[in-house]
């Protein structure tokens, strides 16, 4: 184990104590020591100086795709388990969807070893919910979560068979997980490049109608009635569903939801031009949507922030806007998105941010961290969170680059990021 | 300046005043085509690459034809037998032809956006020849100049665009090029082929083509693709003819005599009936010929030539 650390004179944030003020914290042998005013730096005690820094418990990123193994050249655990630390992230999400796809026990331990080899950022495997995410034989979930894996996900996919997300929620009632789904009707989705609406017509593209999101989360909503099983919804992007989730919140059913920054922070009118980094599932919608987004982080019926960071290869987006794949990177932009997009508006406070990009996402997964309490694991984040700064993927972490925020000034960056009291990445 | 700016992707990004450019421009060259001797020296020493990713028979061989007479030379690459189905990548395609050091290149392709990703990588201009369900340029132009020969004006028609408009690259174009002129333009044709939020490009819908019939001064009459009725968005063609297909029954009801538009090729019996089609009001043909005028219109404009191309005409080879 490391050496202690000492974070002095930030303002301390920990949601679930309800703290939010200017104190220390002493981070020693893996667990947060102490935390309060004046702490003495003990002998070859690190000292950090978070003056006009904000500290608090690393961020927790529900949806990441890490593409190891198969596509290690678009990222691979050790680069995403980077790009995390660089973004603030202190334990990440990884969605099954690999080449093979993560739906045995060996490829899971595969990733929980990848993921200790790099030592960066903590990687929670996520098993699938299907044999090769093909969506007819259940994965053998007690082995996934026996080998490390958090939740059972399809996503990429949409668990289409009613029975089949029937039987996964029942069966993940067992191992006390979630089961994550990707709320997509394939029927009313199919061929389709981005939100169906205005901007569609007038390029010419096929659209996905909110449609096709609102069904399946209708669906699953009325599953984890039926089940009593936990269903988590991801990448929450239409006004509809934040409606549908709240009806089912209001009658008290395990339902919980994410949404991405990209969702809260653009509209469709940014695939004007066909710009491929725009183009992602579910696509950008309309301002109305956005706005819903916001409105159901603000009131909590969002849950929690997720990045749904997706790495592609420049030449992959550097097409046709149909042939172009979905999705965009996020980990080293989403802190200062949600900064600039939800914190500085004045939709979220601080700790109400750091509650939906730490310890509900861990709570929601059942995960260790996302808070300060004495004893609890040293997963932290000391950001500035009035910096400005310019997005520039070139100098991102991720071996990737494929973002629509490339040249926006955002507000709020992580300067020091601490895994299991180790600082795993300190900005220069 | 040619007034255009570097390419040709779609009527949308077009003032009225630059799309009256290429129409009367476009009026001198009408004449070219009917010389004896077919041809003038304005692109001589140019080289056009005719780019088609999709079949096309009229199109490709109407920008052929304008390339020809304008003494241009021109290559045409169609995407099977090429690079591009050893897996080239568009981009990867055009640069290659770039560095044979042509000077435009002319575009059909399957995705909607293609002409404008090309003509952001690459110094040619580019002509947008029909992108996805996008635009076609073009085609909107001869259809134009073809509703000004006959009614001597744009402003105040009124138009329906009438079928299959949700993949119609056709009708988009002929939206903006009839809405920027002063047209009004109404769609019509099954609810399940509407775009959505379709009056947001400034058209009405009329659902029943009877009523269109009835409203307007002139029809443009899709064709309608033979695979929407296997993908589920009509019943029948034989349904989709009995309900909205343009027939001499309904537009013998009709309070005036309409002009009959249709971009080709046809499906007689199915959107259009052959008596209509082949009836006196139908201006199928001379769309046809004036496309070969819009498309020499807009290759001298965007080569540079100016607005007015009287010099360009005298030179005549002989």
Same mark, same amino acid.
């Given at each position: 184990?490391?050496?202690?650390?000492?974070?002095?004179?930030?303002?301390?944030?920990?949601?679930?104590?309800?703290?939010?003020?200017?104190?220390?914290?002493?981070?020693?042998?893996?667990?947060?020591?102490?935390?309060?005013?004046?702490?003495?730096?003990?002998?070859?005690?690190?000292?950090?100086?978070?003056?006009?820094?904000?500290?608090?418990?690393?961020?927790?990123?529900?949806?990441?795709?890490?593409?190891?193994?198969?596509?290690?050249?678009?990222?691979?655990?050790?680069?995403?388990?980077?790009?995390?630390? $660089?973004?603030?992230?202190?334990?990440?999400?990884?969605?099954?969807?690999?080449?093979?796809?993560?739906?045995?026990?060996?490829?899971?331990?595969?990733?929980?070893?990848?993921?200790?080899?790099?030592?960066?950022?903590?990687?929670?495997?996520?098993?699938?919910?299907?044999?090769?995410?093909?969506?007819?034989?259940?994965?053998?979930?007690?082995?996934?979560?026996?080998?490390?894996?958090?939740?059972?996900?399809?996503?990429?996919?949409?668990?289409?068979?009613?029975?089949?997300?029937?039987?996964?929620?029942?069966?993940?009632?067992?191992?006390?997980?979630?089961?994550?789904?990707?709320?997509?009707?394939?029927?009313?989705?199919?061929?389709?490049?981005?939100?169906?609406?205005?901007?569609?017509?007038?390029?010419?593209?096929?659209?996905?109608?909110?449609?096709?999101?609102?069904?399946?989360?209708?669906?699953?909503?009325?599953?984890?009635?039926?089940?009593?099983?936990?269903?988590?919804?991801?990448?929450?992007?239409?006004?509809?569903?934040?409606?549908?989730?709240?009806?089912?919140?209001?009658?008290?059913?395990?339902?919980?939801?994410?949404?991405?920054?990209?969702?809260?922070?653009?509209?469709?009118?940014?695939?004007?031009?066909?710009?491929?980094?725009?183009?992602?599932?579910?696509?950008?919608?309309?301002?109305?949507?956005?706005?819903?987004?916001?409105?159901?982080?603000?009131?909590?019926?969002?849950?929690?922030?997720?990045?749904?960071?997706?790495?592609?290869?420049?030449?992959?987006?550097?097409?046709?806007?149909?042939?172009?794949?979905?999705?965009?990177?996020?980990?080293?932009?989403?802190?200062?998105?949600?900064?600039?997009?939800?914190?500085?508006?004045?939709?979220?406070?601080?700790?109400?941010?750091?509650?939906?990009?730490?310890?509900?996402?861990?709570?929601?997964?059942?995960?260790?961290?996302?808070?300060?309490?004495?004893?609890?694991?040293?997963?932290?984040?000391?950001?500035?969170?009035?910096?400005?700064?310019?997005?520039?993927?070139? $100098?991102?972490?991720?071996?990737?680059?494929?973002?629509?925020?490339?040249?926006?000034?955002?507000?709020?960056?992580?300067?020091?990021?601490?895994?299991?009291?180790?600082?795993?990445?300190?900005?220069? | 300046?040619?007034?255009?700016?570097?390419?040709?992707?779609?009527?949308?990004?077009?003032?009225?005043?630059?799309?009256?450019?290429?129409?009367?421009?476009?009026?001198?060259?009408?004449?070219?085509?009917?010389?004896?001797?077919?041809?003038?020296?304005?692109?001589?020493?140019?080289?056009?690459?005719?780019?088609?990713?999709?079949?096309?028979?009229?199109?490709?061989?109407?920008?052929?034809?304008?390339?020809?007479?304008?003494?241009?030379?021109?290559?045409?690459?169609?995407?099977?037998?090429?690079?591009?189905?050893?897996?080239?990548?568009?981009?990867?395609?055009?640069?290659?032809?770039?560095?044979?050091?042509?000077?435009?290149?002319?575009?059909?392709?399957?995705?909607?956006?293609?002409?404008?990703?090309?003509?952001?990588?690459?110094?040619?201009?580019?002509?947008?020849?029909?992108?996805?369900?996008?635009?076609?340029?073009?085609?909107?132009?001869?259809?134009?100049?073809?509703?000004?020969?006959?009614?001597?004006?744009?402003?105040?028609?009124?138009?329906?665009?009438?079928?299959?408009?949700?993949?119609?690259?056709?009708?988009?174009?002929?939206?903006?090029?009839?809405?920027?002129?002063?047209?009004?333009?109404?769609?019509?044709?099954?609810?399940?082929?509407?775009?959505?939020?379709?009056?947001?490009?400034?058209?009405?819908?009329?659902?029943?083509?009877?009523?269109?019939?009835?409203?307007?001064?002139?029809?443009?009459?899709?064709?309608?693709?033979?695979?929407?009725?296997?993908?589920?968005?009509?019943?029948?063609?034989?349904?989709?003819?009995?309900?909205?297909?343009?027939?001499?029954?309904?537009?013998?009801?009709?309070?005036?005599?309409?002009?009959?538009?249709?971009?080709?090729?046809?499906?007689?019996?199915?959107?259009?009936?052959?008596?209509?089609?082949?009836?006196?009001?139908?201006?199928?043909?001379?769309?046809?010929?004036?496309?070969?005028?819009?498309?020499?219109?807009?290759?001298?404009?965007?080569?540079?030539?100016?607005?007015?191309?009287?010099?360009?005409?005298?030179?005549?080879?002989?």
């Amino acid at each position: 184990m490391s050496g202690a650390i000492l974070i002095r004179g930030g303002r301390v944030i920990d949601p679930l104590r309800g703290g939010d003020g200017i104190a220390d914290v002493l981070v020693s042998g893996g667990r947060v020591e102490a935390v309060g005013r004046n702490i003495p730096a003990g002998e070859g005690v690190r000292l950090i100086d978070a003056a006009g820094k904000v500290v608090a418990p690393g961020l927790i990123d529900l949806h990441t795709h890490l593409r190891e193994p198969g596509q290690e050249d678009l990222e691979t655990v050790a680069s995403g388990a980077m790009a995390a630390a $660089a973004g603030g992230f202190t334990a990440v999400c990884a969605m099954p969807n690999t080449d093979p796809v993560t739906d045995n026990q060996a490829a899971v331990g595969f990733i929980v070893s990848q993921a200790q080899r790099a030592g960066k950022a903590r990687v929670y495997p996520i098993g699938a919910v299907s044999l090769g995410q093909k969506g007819q034989q259940l994965a053998e979930f007690g082995e996934l979560v026996g080998a490390g894996a958090v939740a059972v996900s399809d996503d990429g996919k949409p668990v289409v068979s009613s029975h089949l997300m029937r039987t996964a929620l029942e069966y993940a009632k067992t191992f006390g997980i979630p089961v994550a789904d990707h709320c997509e009707d394939p029927t009313l989705a199919q061929g389709g490049a981005m939100h169906e609406g205005i901007v569609s017509t007038r390029l010419g593209l096929k659209g996905i109608p909110a449609a096709a999101e609102e069904i399946m989360v209708a669906r699953d909503i009325i599953l984890a009635e039926l089940t009593g099983g936990h269903v988590h919804l991801c990448h929450m992007s239409t006004r509809g569903s934040v409606e549908l989730i709240r009806r089912a919140k209001d009658r008290g059913l395990r339902v919980t939801a994410e949404a991405c920054p990209h969702h809260f922070s653009l509209t469709h009118e940014r695939c004007e031009g066909y710009d491929t980094n725009a183009k992602m599932n579910p696509p950008l919608r309309e301002p109305a949507d956005r706005e819903a987004i916001r409105e159901g982080l603000r009131d909590g019926t969002i849950d929690a922030i997720a990045t749904d960071h997706a790495p592609h290869h420049y030449d992959a987006k550097e097409r046709e806007f149909d042939d172009a794949p979905n999705g965009i990177i996020g980990l080293e932009t989403a802190l200062g998105l949600a900064i600039t997009e939800l914190v500085e508006p004045g939709l979220l406070a601080l700790p109400e941010l750091i509650r939906r990009m730490s310890t509900t996402p861990a709570g929601i997964f059942n995960l260790p961290g996302g808070t300060l309490a004495v004893g609890a694991p040293a997963d932290v984040v000391v950001f500035d969170p009035a910096v400005e700064w310019e997005v520039r993927p070139a $100098a991102f972490y991720s071996k990737s680059r494929n973002t629509p925020f490339a040249g926006r000034r955002l507000r709020g960056r992580a300067d020091l990021t601490i895994v299991r009291g180790e600082v795993v990445f300190e900005r220069a | 300046m040619t007034g255009l700016g570097k390419d040709l992707v779609g009527l949308e990004p077009l003032s009225a005043e630059q799309i009256r450019l290429i129409l009367d421009t476009a009026e001198p060259f009408k004449e070219v085509s009917e010389r004896a001797i077919k041809k003038v020296p304005a692109l001589r020493g140019k080289t056009i690459v005719n780019l088609f990713f999709e079949a096309s028979t009229r199109t490709r061989i109407s920008f052929e034809f304008a390339e020809k007479r304008l003494s241009a030379d021109s290559v045409n690459v169609a995407a099977s037998g090429s690079s591009v189905s050893k897996g080239e990548t568009l981009v990867d395609t055009a640069k290659n032809l770039e560095a044979m050091r042509i000077d435009m290149v002319v575009i059909r392709h399957g995705a909607s956006g293609a002409a404008q990703f090309l003509g952001q990588r690459i110094a040619s201009n580019v002509i947008n020849a029909g992108d996805g369900k996008h635009e076609h340029p073009t085609q909107a132009l001869l259809d134009l100049l073809t509703l000004r020969d006959r009614f001597g004006r744009i402003e105040g028609l009124k138009i329906a665009i009438c079928g299959d408009v949700l993949h119609s690259r056709v009708a988009r174009s002929n939206i903006w090029g009839l809405t920027k002129l002063g047209a009004q333009v109404a769609v019509c044709g099954p609810a399940t082929l509407m775009p959505r939020d379709i009056e947001s490009l400034g058209v009405t819908v009329i659902p029943r083509i009877e009523d269109a019939i009835a409203w307007a001064d002139a029809l443009n009459v899709l064709r309608l693709q033979l695979e929407r009725m296997t993908a589920g968005f009509i019943p029948s063609l034989r349904e989709y003819n009995r309900v909205f297909g343009v027939t001499s029954e309904r537009l013998a009801r009709a309070p005036k005599e309409l002009l009959i538009l249709h971009p080709g090729p046809m499906n007689r019996g199915v959107e259009i009936d052959s008596d209509v089609a082949d009836g006196p009001h139908a201006v199928i043909l001379p769309q046809v010929t004036n496309g070969v005028a819009v498309r020499m219109a807009v290759l001298y404009l965007l080569a540079g030539g100016a607005p007015g191309p009287g010099q360009a005409m005298g030179g005549e080879e002989r």
